[in-house]
């Protein structure tokens, strides 16, 4: 059974900042892209960003430029810088890796931006 481990989460103040990260096993990290997503209850699980092993990352338009995605392959870890936070950005963050065919996650962790 394949762990991810997020740790970051927390409660900020609209326009705070957050950086999530996500802990992957060695022998999946390397060559997985890694991702986020979160979840609202009573909502469609939404896509946040996503990184491939190349580094080419891609982010939901609802993020972009506010949120940069990187990885650490030394350190085995995907991390999710978020600036600029919104109310609309409270959610459970779901890490997860993929390598197109197998799909492994973590259990997310809660960010909650209010004042």
């Known amino acids: 059974q394949v762990q991810l481990v997020e740790s970051g989460g927390g409660l900020v103040q609209p326009g705070g900042s957050l950086r999530l990260s996500c802990a992957a096993p060695?022998?999946?990290?390397?060559?997985?892209?890694m991702g986020w997503n979160r979840q609202v209850p009573g909502k469609q699980r939404e896509w946040v960003a996503a990184?491939?092993?190349?580094?080419?990352?891609n982010y939901a338009d609802s993020v972009k430029g506010r949120f940069t995605i990187s990885r650490d392959n030394a350190k085995n870890t995907t991390y999710l810088q978020m600036n600029s936070l919104k109310p609309e950005d409270t959610a459970v963050y779901l890490c997860?890796?993929?390598?197109?065919?197998?799909?492994?996650w973590g259990q997310g962790t809660q960010v909650t931006v209010s004042s």
């Open positions: 990184i491939t092993s190349t580094g080419r990352r």
């Open positions: 060695g022998n999946i990290f390397s060559t997985y892209t």
């Open positions: 997860y890796a993929f390598d197109g065919s197998s799909w492994y």
